[in-house]
């Protein structure tokens, strides 16, 4: 093509020629700008039908003559389709998407959609520039829009609308996609206890990545809950906390199915402004990326190193948040007071705490095992009053003890004695709590409204949270609370307490505090007015 | 039809061949298509008038009639001369694959787009008009019938159809009882063929009547009364003896 200069206007002439002989068929594979791709850099390609759509069109090939097959079974259905007028249409192979996958398996993959109507008012030629400097022309077939399809785990609509549901609480958004990945594992799980134990670990770790933010939402599970006077009284001018991105924490939140709850949570805590709460901490550890894969293999003793440095790390958000909230009417938060609660659902699971630690989440797996084999065993008011494990802040959780098996024993016991040594002294092996429990169990709840004689209040030691009459007055004035609540937040492992010990205790309490009762919903609640 | 995965030959854009994407109206595809086997059907001029590029694609003299055969004076005449707006490609990226029964291939890509205009001529607009007016007229239309087409249906004796039937019916005869064990073996060749049959259609197999048909068949199959094969009847687990991986999962399911 050579334009001389000079004159203003010079032309070339080329012939343009349209093959009639060609057998091949030329179409447009059109990419978007967006996704900057360069055809010139590939090295190798590969493409095909997706026939997928040929089963779901109809055509089944469902064997005829073979197994399942009925006599005339084909005529049947045509003369059927037939009556109904259902016009089924053809699955047309020419029509299918194209798969395109660039650079081998780790390269690029493209799907590529026939876009239609091209071909209806107007045809579309291709023009190449042959050597002798003719055009050629060929008519285009069809037109196919080429869109990179993504490698990496996608959320479905239904797990979307669910994370959506809970943005505001979730802060370690990286974790969302590790419970999709480890759920889809253990779905397609090869060791069946070991997929169970993950299972459980999962189902612990559960709503993963999320950050219990306040004691709001077990105020919400509490016996009370049914009053809207509670939930007014908590909303007074308290702040949301935020908590350091990337400490996951487990908490395993279930609905309470016994009420009628609002179902979308969009939207509707926007406004509340909630405080600090000075005695949970969502001060937590490590990632669980770590923890489930630990898990198998530390069933029966836990790496110190880990621990230690879980250990260290709940230190310093403890330190931090005890800086946050120096604010708070309360005042009092004590760097070790990093009570940790999980209220299951009022139907009397037991709680168990939401340390991410590897010895809580195993032991809690292994004794959420148990706990999902029996629930219907579990009378509804043992919740809050048995504790079977004893623990300071990383505490195991609290299990139903008597369906404890003797190898789970045998497991939390050694995960007890590994993770004892570097702690306090108060802690006795998990199969003696064990042990004691069940004896422990049957006093406590008649003891409650009795007040005894103190027994010799033993002081926790390295606990974190300390049964004492600031804590009680406070949540007495947060809001009106039944016994077993309050023996609730005071759980055995963490106070260091035995359980008719905690009774006692509170019974003391309660009787310097003197609060006011209000039965509601025919229990009797205390509360304090300052 | 191409079932598995074929290597794209990427001969085309290695070696970074530029095409160009030109719209041409259907019209003149459809005078190309009269082209001769050489396929020549115009030039292209591409000119730079003061300083604008020009392009323009002339029909060859002997496509522009629109007749039966190539004769020029014919009453209609496409216009000959087609003014190209070129466009480039930057919101795009395109390339062409060209596909054969055994092969694709990358040809290249698009560097230019084009649409191809048309002068705005007595003949151009004639043209139109014809165009317009084909495409105007209605698929469906109402005509005219010279003779009323009525379904009276006279009272009749006897149906055609029916005096057809009867007649069958009567050379046929009754069906005749065959013994025991014949009838025995016709079912069970029958369902060795098919898993599920109608009580319907045994009988149309077997010519048997309908009753001892089923006398014979309860002992041999069951009926199935709902599930996937509604109303047909099956040969019992003992007789049967099939090897298809559809029995065995039935069996599994009904033994769990």
């Known amino acids: 093509m050579t334009s001389l200069g000079g004159s203003s206007s010079s032309t070339t002439e080329y012939t343009v020629r349209v093959p ?70 053809e699955f047309k192979a020419e029509d299918q998407p194209w798969i395109l996958k ?37 008519p285009v077939n ?31 958004h990286f974790s969302i996609m590790l419970q999709k990945r480890f759920r889809e594992q253990e779905r397609g799980g090869d060791d069946e206890d070991e997929s169970e134990k993950t299972g459980k670990k999962k189902k612990n770790i559960g709503r993963g990545g999320e950050l219990h933010i306040t004691d709001l939402e077990d105020d919400l599970m509490m016996s009370s809950d049914n009053s809207d006077s509670s939930m007014g009284e908590d909303a007074d001018g308290k702040s949301k906390a935020k908590k350091n991105v990337g400490k996951g924490k487990k908490k395993k939140r279930k609905s309470n199915d016994k009420e009628a709850v609002e179902e979308s949570d969009d939207g509707d805590y926007e406004g509340l402004e909630v405080d600090y709460m000075s005695d949970e901490s969502s001060s937590d550890e490590e990632p669980e990326k770590g923890k489930p894969s630990k898990t198998e293999e530390h069933l029966k003793g836990i790496d110190e190193a880990s621990e230690s440095e879980e250990e260290s790390e709940e230190e310093k958000p403890n330190e931090e948040e005890a800086k946050e909230e120096e604010e708070e ?89 590994g993770k004892r040594q570097n702690q306090g002294p108060t802690e006795s092996p998990a199969a003696k709590r064990l042990k004691m429990d069940p004896s422990s169990q049957s006093p406590a709840p008649s003891g409650k409204s009795t007040p005894q004689p103190p027994s010799g209040k033993s002081t926790p030691s390295s606990s974190d949270v300390q049964l004492t009459e600031e804590a009680v007055r406070r949540y007495l004035i947060r809001k009106p609370m039944t016994t077993k609540d309050l023996l609730k937040k005071f759980q055995t492992k963490r106070t260091g307490l035995s359980s008719e010990q905690t009774v006692n205790v509170l019974a003391q309490i309660l009787k310097r505090l003197n609060p006011e009762r209000k039965i509601i919903n025919d229990k009797m609640h205390f509360y304090l007015t300052e | 039809m191409r079932e598995t995965m074929s290597e794209v030959n990427l001969n085309g854009v290695k070696q970074n061949k530029g095409v160009w994407l030109v719209k041409i109206p259907k019209y003149l595809s459809q005078q190309w298509e009269k082209a001769t086997e050489k396929g020549e059907v115009g030039t292209i001029t591409i000119g730079k008038k003061q300083g604008k590029t020009e392009v323009r694609f002339s029909l060859s003299e002997e496509l522009t009639a629109r007749g039966a055969t190539g004769e020029s004076d014919a009453s209609l005449q496409v216009p000959r001369h087609h003014p190209l707006t070129m466009h480039t490609v930057k919101g795009q990226t395109m390339a062409v694959f060209s596909q054969t029964e055994s092969e694709i291939s990358l040809e290249g890509m698009v560097v230019h787009r084009a649409e191809c205009r048309a002068v705005a001529s007595d003949n151009y607009m004639k043209l139109k008009k014809l165009q317009i007016q084909e495409s105007i007229k209605p698929q469906r239309f109402s005509q005219q019938l010279e003779k009323a087409v009525t379904h009276v249906f006279k009272p009749v004796a006897n149906h055609s159809f029916n005096v057809a039937y009867q007649k069958k019916k009567k050379t046929e005869g009754k069906m005749v009882r065959a013994e025991r064990q014949v009838v025995l073996d016709m079912l069970f060749s029958a369902f060795e063929k098919h898993h599920y049959y109608n009580i319907k259609d045994l009988v149309e197999i077997t010519k048997q009547p309908v009753t001892y048909l089923k006398e014979i068949i309860r002992e041999i199959g069951t009926y199935n009364s709902k599930g996937k094969h509604k109303n047909t009847w099956k040969l019992k687990r003992e007789y049967r003896n099939y090897e298809s991986e559809e029995e065995k999962d039935e069996e599994e399911m009904q033994t769990v």
């Open chain 1, 20 to 89: 009639k002989n060609t057998s091949k068929r030329y179409n447009i594979m059109a990419f978007n700008a967006g996704d900057r791709v360069n055809c010139s850099t590939w090295t190798q390609a590969r493409m095909e039908r997706d026939m997928s759509a040929r089963r779901i069109y109809g055509d089944d090939e469902s064997a005829e003559g073979a197994g399942g097959s009925e006599f005339g079974k084909k005529q049947r259905d045509e003369a059927r389709r037939r009556k109904y007028g259902i016009i089924t249409k």
């Open chain 1, 102 to 138: 660039v650079n081998g398996k780790g390269g690029k993959r493209f799907k590529g959609l026939r876009k239609g109507g091209v071909t209806e008012n107007a045809s579309y030629y291709i023009f190449t520039q042959c050597p002798d400097g003719a055009f050629e022309a060929f």
């Open chain 1, 142 to 172: 069809g037109w196919y829009n080429f869109t990179p399809q993504a490698k990496h785990r996608t959320l479905t609509a239904e797990e979307a609308e669910e994370e959506w549901g809970r943005r505001n609480k979730v802060v370690n």
């Open chain 1, 329 to 417: 009417e309360e005042g009092k938060k004590t760097p070790v007071q990093t009570e940790k609660k999980k209220k299951k659902d009022s139907s009397g699971e037991s709680e168990s705490s939401d340390d991410s630690d590897i010895e809580g989440e195993t032991a809690s797996a292994l004794f959420m095992m148990q706990k999902k084999r029996t629930p219907p065993k579990r009378p509804s008011g043992r919740g809050s009053a048995g504790s079977s494990k004893t623990g300071s802040r990383p505490g195991t959780p609290s299990i139903d003890s008597a369906t404890t098996s003797n190898t789970l024993r045998a497991a939390a016991s050694k995960l007890e004695q």
